[in-house]
């Protein structure tokens, strides 16, 4: 099972990691989190298939954090890139986006894309709130 979804910030898309992180019944396979100019993409991909309660429940959640995400073909291109085994830093050259994590969710790869980026512009644009 895989869930794709777009979010607004970096702290909508930290509440999907400690969530993930809060419920062990979502056999995580790999999360996959890509900064954009205008917002997140976060790709959870799921070991193997769940109840439909525990499902409806998780799509609940991210329906309330963000909208289902239908990727154009260079990130959807970039997110099979990585599931097979590719290099997150060769995916970004090749791709042009911005990798964050990719793997097992660890809010601190999160928090310190977000540090760097803003201390790298001066301000902190409204996606890294």
């Known amino acids: 099972m895989e869930y794709l ?5 970096a702290s909508l898309t930290l509440r999907v990691i400690q969530f993930l992180h ?5 056999p995580v396979s790999f999360v996959t989190v890509i900064h ?8 959870v991909k799921l070991n193997c298939q ?7 429940d998780f799509r609940a ?18 997110l099979w890139s990585l599931e097979a085994g590719q290099y997150p ?19 601190e790869e999160i928090e310190a894309f977000r540090q760097q980026f803003v201390r790298g512009l001066g301000y902190c644009p409204e996606t890294l709130a």
């Open 5 to 9: 979804y777009y979010l607004a910030n």
């Open 36 to 43: 954009q100019i205008d917002g997140w993409v976060v790709r």
């Open 89 to 107: 830093v060769d995916v970004m050259r090749r791709y042009q986006v911005a990798i964050v994590s990719h793997g097992n969710p660890e809010r």
């Open 22 to 26: 809060s419920r062990p019944q979502l």
């Open 50 to 56: 769940v109840s439909s309660d525990i499902d409806g």
């Open 61 to 78: 959640f991210l329906n309330e954090l963000g909208i289902a995400y239908e990727p154009p073909m260079r990130v959807q291109m970039a």
